[in-house]
Structures are given as structure tokens and as C-alpha cells.
Antibody
Framework: QVQLVESGGGLVKPGGSLRLSCAAS????????MNWIRQAPGKGLEWVAY????????FYPDSVRGRFTISRDNAKNSLFLQMDSLRVEDTAVYYC????????????WGQGTLVTVSS | ENVLTQSPGTLSLSPGERATLSCRAS???????LAWYQQKPGQAPRLLIY???NRAPGIPDRFNGSGSGTDFTLTISGLEPEDFAVYYC?????????FGPGTKVDIK
């Protein structure tokens, strides 16, 4: 069955960096576009980054562009999010999510990893 | 950015009742690119509906989606105890994804 398992969250000071990982299994990882989506405590969902199946196409919203970098290693079935210049407002649970083929929805989600940015 | 607005913010209903949730977009959304999710406390969101009206695998037929353009609706006919949760709509357009703020369906 499809599994997505995030890791790498933790406590970091403002201005610091953190690298999240997502291990995928149960499907052909290299066939699917992948995303990071976050949820601040008690708040709604915010899309953070998108990467095509080959890694050739990447998109970010304005809120993280220039600070966050999404990447993937198809040989290792892994997705990454490098987060630099972290801000207090980046505090959230970060989910990796698989995008459906033609409908641009997110059909499988990991359990999430908590990132806390605080001094 | 295509901003999604959901109403009502909270819907208080009893088991067995019908729930009607609204999602309104600031710009037109392709019907192929509108989805709905359910989220329970401490859990990741679960895809319910994609392409406006297509149920994801394993989703009961009491969940139905409809709409077009800027107005979309999720209807839950006959609420079951496990349906009390927060529901989000989501759209894709112009290389960007946005979510609505959510509608909480709680027990009256």
C-alpha cells in the first residue's frame, strides 16, 4: 500500500535551517509529481512546494520562494524540503503529499512532521 | 492567487441530517481541478472528491460534489458519526494550489 513517511522536523531558531525528508513506498515514485503542504497549529492548509516526477519543474508560493528548496531522489524513493532563513510563521506540521495524475488533487498524505521556529 | 472562501465556518448538525458545504473562488476554477478533503483531529487530510464530482476510492456515496466556475458544493447526505470533521476545498490554477479555510461540521 502507498506510504509516505516524513522526518526531520524539530525546533530551530529564527534564521536557521532544517531539511525535511519523505520516504515513499508502495508505488512507482518516479511516476508521480510530489508536494509539500503545511498546517500551522490550529490553522488551515497551505501548499508549500511542488516538483514534477523528473524534478524538471518546480513551483513555490510567494511565501516561501527563495527560502525553501524542494528536491527528490527517484533512485531512493525520497522527497526533500530544504528550509532556510526560517521565520516564526513557518511553524507548522509539514506533510508530503502525492499529486494525482490529471486532476491536480492530493491523493495520499504522510502523517506529517512538526517544525517549530522559536527563539 | 485564486482565493477560496468556504461557508459556513461551522455547521452544527445531528447524525442523519444533510450537510451542505460551500466553496467560492475569487476566479474561475476548471472543474477538473477542484477537490475536497476531510480532516479529523491529529490526522492528515483525506481526499474525498476530485475533479469537482468524482469520489476518491473508498469514499462512501453519501459524499457528493457539484458546481462549476466559481461556486462549488460538497453535500453529505445522512451524516454518520465518523463524518464530523473539518472539510477543505482546494483548487489548482496558474501553477499554484490554494485551499479554503475549512468548514467544521460538528455535532449539534
Amino acid at each position: 500500500q502507498v506510504q509516505l513517511v516524513e522526518s526531520g522536523g524539530g525546533l530551530v531558531k529564527p534564521g536557521g535551517s532544517l531539511r525535511l525528508s519523505c520516504a515513499a513506498s508502495g508505488f512507482t515514485f518516479s511516476d508521480f509529481y510530489m508536494n509539500w503542504i503545511r498546517q500551522a497549529p490550529g490553522k488551515g492548509l497551505e501548499w508549500v512546494a511542488y516538483i514534477s516526477n523528473t524534478g524538471s519543474t518546480i513551483f513555490y508560493p510567494d511565501s516561501v520562494r527563495g527560502r525553501f528548496t524542494i528536491s527528490r531522489d527517484n533512485a531512493k524513493n525520497s522527497l526533500f524540503l530544504q528550509m532556510d532563513s526560517l521565520r516564526v510563521e513557518d511553524t507548522a506540521v509539514y506533510y508530503c503529499a502525492r499529486r494525482t495524475g490529471s486532476n491536480r488533487a492530493f491523493d495520499y498524505w504522510g502523517q506529517g512532521t512538526l517544525v517549530t521556529v522559536s527563539s | 492567487e485564486n482565493v477560496l472562501t468556504q461557508s459556513p465556518g461551522t455547521l452544527s448538525l445531528s447524525p442523519g441530517e444533510r450537510a451542505t458545504l460551500s466553496c467560492r473562488a475569487s476566479q474561475s476554477v476548471s472543474s477538473s481541478y477542484l477537490a475536497w478533503y476531510q480532516q479529523k483531529p491529529g490526522q492528515a487530510p483525506r481526499l474525498l472528491i476530485y475533479g469537482t464530482s468524482n469520489r476518491a476510492p473508498g469514499i462512501p456515496d453519501r459524499f457528493n460534489g457539484s458546481g462549476s466556475g466559481t461556486d462549488f458544493t460538497l453535500t453529505i447526505s445522512g451524516l454518520e458519526p465518523e463524518d464530523f470533521a473539518v472539510y477543505y476545498c482546494q483548487q489548482y490554477g496558474s501553477s499554484s494550489f490554494t485551499f479554503g479555510p475549512g468548514t467544521k461540521v460538528d455535532i449539534k
